[in-house]
């Protein structure tokens, strides 16, 4: 107890949490994710956008932690467990509103979540890169066409009015 109380209180110390404040939003929107395939392509790519110093700190803290929890037969120290007892130390909001406060579960299912799946989010090549597809170009207005010959009936999409500004 003596150690995880040192080491809780070093992460608490740090200028920002090692799950940077900057990435406070996305971490939770992706712990809000109710598919977990889902959550977790999304924590891996959060994490590779931590600071490097912080992805280190943070592979080594979750490593140490699933230590802990391989003993959970003798310890009572699950994913879950832990995930209660580092969640806020790990990833902290910057108020203490009521907002934050109702954002702790999703804290405490973001590091479950890591230490769930710690193979595939540190361990996993990132997915290559998605190419973006090519800009369009405007379309040049077509003359109307006429109906096909076999009585179908083509039509394009028509142009909704905008609102007036009156």
Known sequence: RTLTSALKAYLR??????????LHKPLIQAAKLERR????????????????????????????????????????????????????TLLHA???S????????F?????????????????APAPPPVAAPPPQQPQQSQPPQPPPHNGMIRTSPTALPRPSRT
């Open 37 to 88: 395939s889902e959550r977790v392509s999304a924590l891996h790519a959060l994490v590779r956008a931590l600071p490097p110093e912080h992805l280190d700190m943070l592979r080594l803290v979750l490593a140490h932690l699933r230590n802990v929890a391989a003993r959970s037969d003798r310890n009572l120290m699950t994913h879950s467990n832990l995930a209660v007892c580092f969640g806020p």
């Open 94 to 96: 910057d108020t203490d």
């Open 98 to 105: 009521v907002a934050s406060i109702l954002e702790l579960k």
């Open 107 to 123: 804290c405490n299912v973001l590091v479950e979540t890591l230490l769930d799946h710690y193979q595939d989010i540190f361990e």
């Open 13 to 22: 110390a740090l200028p920002d949490r090692l799950l940077s404040q900057r």
